[in-house]
């Protein structure tokens, strides 16, 4: 069976976020797929496979990290619809049944794709003891994402806080289900992005995430009540970078990227 990298959130190689992508004919069993996702060693490893004409579904989709399987990914869906448009196997949308329910991925005439995803319910909440220490930087706010997303959003004074972020990832642990999203105000929107975040999910083996889909379900909503306005983008200040448009539709997330194949080759096991 063939096995491909996709860069996902980038129109360029070695940038964004990159995942691993394999079509079956039906889920190996569980163990398999872990091992699959620790030999490729991304941050997530998405497995698929097409489901019966008619349904509500048109692929089954799962993603696993080097540690464990996840709820929600949205780098590994977009570099998934990629790869099924990429090769011809489908054309138009794709319904993917995942654990976070039914999650479309459409082609756009620009070469992007867009993913419906849910919105993150956002509860605020106090600092958990310890955070400010971990990330070395004092919150302005932290709100909970709820169970799909499972991570923190934390508000952080500017830009220059977030990029300038070295967090103590031990200490990190088990401050939240998945991690923590460390955000603030775009010092200049000028430069084509509204937001900057920064991710780290140390607790399921990933020490800082390149460029995070699920993690702007959450951020949609929280910047949108902030800047006024429900369509934004965001900048990922990791090291790789890359840009995520979001549109917010009260339950509903259009998440919107463009995503490069950079590997391809042969799963010999």
């Known amino acids: 069976m063939r096995i491909r990298i996709v860069d996902a959130f980038t129109d360029r190689p070695f940038a964004g976020n990159p995942a691993g992508v394999v079509l079956l004919d039906a889920f190996p069993d569980d163990a398999w797929l872990q091992n699959v996702a620790v030999e490729v060693n991304h941050a997530e490893t998405a497995f698929a496979h097409p489901l019966p004409e008619g349904g509500d579904a048109d692929w089954a989709l799962r993603w696993f990290t080097p540690g464990t399987e996840v709820d929600m990914c949205g780098h590994a869906t977009l570099a998934t619809a990629h790869v099924l448009h990429s090769t011809g196997v489908t054309t138009g949308p794709v319904r993917f049944a995942t654990r976070s329910g039914v999650l479309v991925a459409a082609p756009r005439d620009d070469g992007s794709y867009t993913l419906d995803f849910p919105t993150a319910p956002l509860t605020g909440e106090p600092a958990p003891a310890g955070l400010a220490e971990a990330l070395g930087a004092e919150p302005v706010s932290v709100h909970d994402t709820g169970r799909f997303v499972g991570d923190l959003v934390v508000e952080l004074a500017d830009e220059k806080t977030v990029r300038a972020l070295a967090p103590d990832l031990k200490a990190l642990v088990g401050l939240s289900a998945r991690g ?54 965001g900048l990922q200040a990791s090291a790789r970078t890359g840009l995520v448009r979001v549109d917010l539709r009260g339950e509903r997330t259009l998440l919107s990227g463009r995503a490069v194949t950079t590997i391809e080759g042969e799963l010999l096991v």
């Open 180 to 233: 923590i999203i460390a955000t603030a105000r775009a010092e200049d929107p000028s430069r084509g992005y509204d937001f900057v975040s920064r991710c780290f999910f140390p607790d399921v083996g990933i020490d800082e995430d390149p460029v995070t889909g699920s993690a702007h379900t959450a951020l949609a909503p929280f910047w949108a009540k902030r800047l006024g306005r429900t369509v934004l983008t």
